[in-house]
């Protein structure tokens, strides 16, 4: 079962801090740490999301005069909330049904065979993730339009997409995918191929082997994956507005309206917390299944587990035609037409000026040439990161202890939908929470427009991300693995760097490039919260996007195309580091 | 392993305080100062902060709570679109001594409501780019010192909003049904030309809920036909003539037309389409952007003819409706508690200035507010703006945007 040796404790006296045995009422460096673990992650949270965001509820709830009931009322007996709320948990489900389905023969194609090209294949399901929502409406407002190839008479004639819920479907399909791909993949390529093999060979059918034995260990990370595309869907933004059409709203596309035009924070703070209700029970329902299904699995090194891809095995080929179909209707089609469309000029002359015109300041008011740009986006997505990935760990490790006492293990699971709930929160209202909460100079520094909140208020939305990476696999470590490196003698900290780390190099390089992404692309809170800098990549192509003239739409899609390139070779270059030279092949 | 007593007992401990510092931080913002305004590192200044009133807090910290204490920087918080050469800036540096710090977010709205939000703690020292459609909003929560010229607010922008048609489409059109060169009379003009046969199926709006543009050509039209219950009297819909705008030379066409509402139920029956932005509107739906959209007539700028010029720049291939016109201002003011005054109002009068109003067709794509400034050949050209567009009272914008927005959307989507 355990495929790992650890060869840690063997060179090494037994320490003197025996964690074997009980903890006694003195305090061990290994409480100290763990204590630490929680609060510095829980600190961070508070601060810079609880707070903000009740500040902002409370002063919806009447402020300084008291609780105003009655708002509540009027905002719940209005049909156009539920309404909104039906609206929300319809695309939640349907776009987590689809995505999940989708994800899971492509996360087999993508880490559990092995075929030329797969790298470029893994970085082009990452590239949406990032990609601006503006651009994103654009290219499929262009496939969806009479004569595009989404459209009726078009590829899939037929369907009457432009401006519906199957619009908006598709769209989130398009941005989730890689949520799903990456966090089942995750897992899937440390699966231990021989319990499968050993049910096999015990006379069992591919199809009954794979359904009894590889979906059950799996489902950790379906379950993982499914709540985090579920919250992503209930709570998208730009592509419901720019595809949704008129009428067509969410609960989310509400508060931002109440916020952000009729300040009518009262509306926005009962719909917040409808929408941490949905959120709320999402959580739970996902919860519940992981909960059942969580276990310990064997897993192994990376290498054992993929096999060349081979036209023979079944399953090969069907996820190889899932992937074809998914991966080139719904993300190389709305991806080529950018890349097409940035190539040309306005009368459809194939021309690199939109990329040259890119770095001159002076063209249609840029403001900035867009390498400063890029260099303000790189910068802003690596503090972020650095904050999100170290605290996101801290918290996976802490969420992945399997506690005795049924108050610990209620503790834990409490604590696991807390940390989930910046992801159900919408942007515009921690912003604002933000702008109300910091009004006091830290050290000299008004931190509301010292731009850095940018990467704070990015940071906690990958957080989330980064748990839910994490943690499947931390938790399908085998408990007694750990526990045999103790009783032989290694420190905490030492099973930590022997028996965890290794494992979850790799899914800890998916973290990054996930904390990084969000980072790239989000558009959010870096036009919410001020910032005196240079903007970033996203608000340059949306200032670009604001003005006439095909030169600079050519340049915003050219900025665009810019983006997801620089995401593409952010996730390769992960790949490849985690893959391979970290992780010493 | 298991987790240890300790631990579990840190992390309640920990949960209970944050929801403490949470709480009184609730309790602290309506009385202005805000207790926990330190984040989580002070904890004990947030439960003594839990009071109703502690804007004492602010007295005798002056210094230490400005953004910006030295009085040689000036802060200007505006929206996304703004935008200053780096030649007019260092401009504005020399003649004043002062740096400015540009502090850009969102859109108008986004704007004017952060500025109400944080009145008592502003973001910077002056703003700009808060509209009409807007400003009422800034004057009701008095967010706006008074400026030199007893004015809170000054326009530094103006743009015009109006119904945009392809030429190229048109004439098309009318050589196709009019193959001996009868040209224009099936080219729309006006509002009420958007509600005829000919026109069905050809236009597109733009959604006032999430555009600005969309809510200028609502006021336009709310303007032209009326609306009963805000005591507004339409003026008419139909082309200006003698400086009067008239119902039309066709007015049996539309005859019911007794307020702006009647007017959108039929521009739906009309198939009108309605986009969510003006982007995605103009460069995805409207045939003279020549990216591939299929319909001829959109709501845009009166400025956006200038850039869609013939291949050797002689004629612009779309033009802008000067008859369906709303006027949008873009104004600057100072903010209350600011920390630098002096440096705002030296601001604002630079904003006014001829060396920055002649720079903003080509930064910003609008129109100097100030009379007399020269405009770029090509605006002066191909993008004229309305002689005498629809107007709406600011106030009334204000008070009954919200009213008029869900009756749109009723009628719109109903």
Redo the contacts between chains.
């Keep these: 079962m355990v495929t790992e040796i650890v060869p840690a404790a063997t060179r090494r006296a037994p320490n003197r801090n025996r964690p074997a045995k009980p903890l006694k009422k003195r305090p061990t460096p290994y409480t100290l740490a763990l204590t630490l673990a929680v609060l510095l992650p829980l600190t961070f949270l508070a601060v810079f999301f609880f707070v903000p965001v009740f500040n902002l509820l409370s002063r919806g709830f009447g402020g300084e005069s008291g609780a105003d009931w009655g708002g509540l009322l009027t905002v719940l007996t209005r049909p156009r909330t539920w309404r909104l709320v039906r609206n929300t948990i319809g695309q939640a489900l349907v776009g987590t049904a689809i995505t999940t389905a989708l994800g899971i023969p492509i996360a087999y194609l993508l880490y559990r065979t092995r075929f030329p090209g797969q790298a470029v294949v893994r970085a082009l399901v990452m590239v949406p993730f990032v990609l601006p929502t503006v651009v994103v409406g654009v290219a499929f407002r262009s496939l969806l339009r009479p004569g595009g190839l989404l459209a009726p008479g078009g590829l899939l004639g037929g369907l009457n997409l432009d401006q519906s819920f199957a619009a908006v479907l598709l769209a989130l399909i398009f941005f989730n995918l890689s949520v799903v791909v990456r966090t089942v993949g995750g897992l899937w390529q440390r699966l231990d191929p021989r319990q499968e093999q050993a049910a096999r060979a015990l006379g069992a059918s591919p199809f009954r082997a794979f359904c009894t034995v590889t979906i059950p260990a799996l489902l950790p990370a379906i379950a993982a994956g499914a709540a985090l595309v579920a919250l992503f869907s209930a709570t998208a933004f730009g592509v419901v507005l720019v595809l949704g059409g008129t009428g067509y709203g969410t609960v989310e596309t509400e508060i931002y309206q109440r916020v952000t035009v009729f300040l009518d924070l009262r509306g926005a703070a009962v719909l917040s917390i409808l929408q941490l209700v949905v959120v709320a029970i999402a959580l739970t329902v996902s919860q519940h299944a992981r909960a059942r299904s969580e276990r310990a699995v064997a897993v192994a090194r990376a290498e054992n587990a993929a096999h060349r891809w081979q036209l023979s095995n079944r399953f090969d080929l069907v996820s190889a035609l899932v992937t074809t179909v998914t991966v080139g209707l719904l993300i190389v089609a709305p991806l080529l037409s950018l890349v097409i469309r940035s190539l040309q000029d306005g009368t459809g002359a194939w021309t690199l000026a939109n990329y040259r015109a890119l770095n001159t300041a002076t063209t249609g008011g840029l403001i900035v040439p867009v390498t400063t740009a890029l260099a303000m986006s790189l910068r802003t997505a690596a503090i972020a990161t650095a904050l999100a990935l170290p605290i996101g760990f801290l918290l996976a490790l802490v969420l992945s202890r399997r506690p005795r006492s049924r108050s610990g293990r209620r503790a834990i699971s409490g604590f696991d939908a807390f940390v989930m709930l910046p992801l159900g929160v919408s942007a515009v209202t921690v912003g604002f929470g933000f702008l109300i909460t910091f009004t006091r100079p830290w050290f000299g520094l008004d931190l509301r427009t010292s731009g850095l909140l940018i990467p704070v208020a990015q940071a906690v939305v990958a957080i989330p991300l980064v748990v839910r990476t994490l943690l499947p696999v931390l938790r399908a470590v085998d408990p007694r693995q750990r526990q045999a490196a103790a009783t032989l003698g290694a420190s905490p900290l030492r099973v930590l760097r022997d028996v965890d780390l290794p494992l979850i190099l790799r899914p800890l390089g998916t973290a990054l490039g996930f904390a990084f992404a969000v980072s790239l692309g989000e558009f959010g809170a870096t036009s919410f919260l001020a910032r005196p800098d240079a903007p970033t990549l996203p608000v340059v192509i949306f200032r670009l996007l604001s003005r006439p003239g095909q030169a600079n739409f050519g340049m915003a899609l050219a900025a665009a195309v810019l983006l997801g390139l620089l995401t593409a070779l952010v996730m390769a270059a992960v790949e490849r580091l985690s893959g391979t030279s970290l992780f010493g092949g | ?8 007992g ?3 401990l ?2 209970a ?2 929801l403490t ?3 009184c ?3 602290s ?3 202005g ?2 207790g ?6 002070n904890a004990g200044a947030g439960s003594s902060g839990g009071g ?1 009133t502690n804007a004492g807090n602010n007295d005798g910290n002056q210094n ?6 030295d009085s040689n920087s000036v ?1 200007l ?1 505006t929206t ?2 703004f ?4 030649a007019t800036k260092a401009a504005f540096e020399q003649e004043t001594g002062l740096t400015l ?7 108008a ?2 704007l ?3 500025l ?3 009145r ?2 502003p ?2 020292d002056a703003f700009f780019g808060v509209d009409n459609t807007f400003i009422s ?1 800034l004057v009701d929560n008095n967010v706006m010192d008074i400026l030199p010229t007893d004015a809170r607010f000054v326009p530094i922008t103006q743009g015009d909003v109006c119904v945009n048609i392809d030429k190229a489409w048109f004439a098309q059109r009318a050589e196709q049904r009019h193959p001996e060169g009868a040209v224009g009379s099936v080219t729309p003009t006006n509002l009420n030309d958007l509600l005829s046969d000919t026109n069905q199926g050809l236009f597109v709006a733009l ?1 006032p ?2 555009s600005s543009p969309g809510l200028g050509f609502l006021l336009a039209t709310i303007a032209a036909y009326g609306d009963p219950e805000a005591g507004i009297a339409g003026v008419g819909g139909g082309s200006i003539v003698n400086g009067n705008f008239t119902n039309g030379s066709d007015s049996d066409l539309h005859p019911n037309i007794g307020s702006w509402q009647d007017y959108w139920r039929q521009l739906r029956e009309n198939g009108v389409l ?1 986009s ?5 509107g ?4 409207f045939s003279g ?6 319909r001829p007539i959109i709501v ?2 009166s ?2 003819p200038a ?2 010029l013939n291949e050797d720049g002689s004629a612009s291939t779309t033009a802008a409706l000067l008859d369906t016109c709303f006027r949008q201002y873009e104004y600057a003011g100072i903010l209350q508690n600011a920390n630098n005054p002096q440096g705002a109002e030296k601001l604002i009068q630079f904003l006014s200035s001829p060396t920055f109003q002649a720079d903003l067709p ?4 609008v129109y100097p507010a100030i009379a007399g400034t020269q405009l770029p050949d090509d605006w002066a050209q191909f993008a004229p703006q309305a002689a005498q567009p629809f107007e709406v009272d600011p106030a009334a914008i204000e008070a009954n ?2 009213r008029w ?1 869900e009756e749109w ?1 009723e009628i ?2 109903g």
């Design positions: 392993m298991k987790l240890s007593k300790g631990a579990l840190a992390f309640a920990v949960s305080l944050s510092l949470a709480g931080a609730g309790g913002v309506g009385g100062a805000n926990t305004a330190n984040g989580g590192d109703g230490a709570a400005s953004p910006n204490p802060v918080v996304n679109s935008a200053i050469s780096d710090t540009v502090l850009p977010v969102g859109s709205g986004l004017a409501n952060q109400v939000l944080t008592d703690h973001l910077g909003r959604n809920a999430t309605v969510d932005s003006w982007s995605s103009y460069f995805s739906d952007a020549g990216e591939g959209g299929l845009s700028y400025s956006s850039s869609t080509t930064q910003m794509w945007r919200e927005l959307t719109v989507t």
